[in-house]
């Protein structure tokens, strides 16, 4: 799924990594506990979290995950924005809930992970 069709289904605003909204990921993950992030093992992975601090860029980067999706209304921080650019991440927001965000790409065709 493009990012752009994800942008859409979740009424998301994309914060960093704009101009890759044709970028496709293959698969998603929903969660807050970042040590189940770092057992993924797909790769084009959409990580939909809450959790919004650097510490989850961090994990992303060091699991591959090029794009996440913050809902429930987390705003990402200049810090954040700085870590994802450095390593060529796409930031998205949402003001969706998690169940909200996953339920809409699921039914629309996006794979989860497990």
């Known amino acids: 799924m493009k990012i752009r069709q ?18 496709e990921v293959q698969c998603a993950f929903a969660s807050d506990l970042m040590s189940d992030v770092l057992t993924t093992d797909c790769s084009d992975v959409l990580l939909v ?7 989850t860029i961090r994990t992303a980067e060091m ?10 209304g987390k705003k990402i921080t200049p810090d954040m924005l700085q ?23 699921y039914s629309r065709g996006l794979l989860p992970v497990y």
């Open 6 to 23: 994800i942008k859409a289904l979740t009424d998301a605003t994309v914060v960093c990594g704009g101009d890759r909204e044709d970028y």
């Open 63 to 72: 699991a591959d995950i090029p794009c996440i999706l913050f809902v429930r």
């Open 49 to 55: 979290t809450g959790l919004c601090n650097t510490q």
């Open 83 to 105: 870590l994802a650019a450095e390593n060529d991440m796409i930031l998205m927001e949402t003001d969706h809930s998690m169940y909200h965000a996953v339920g809409e790409l």
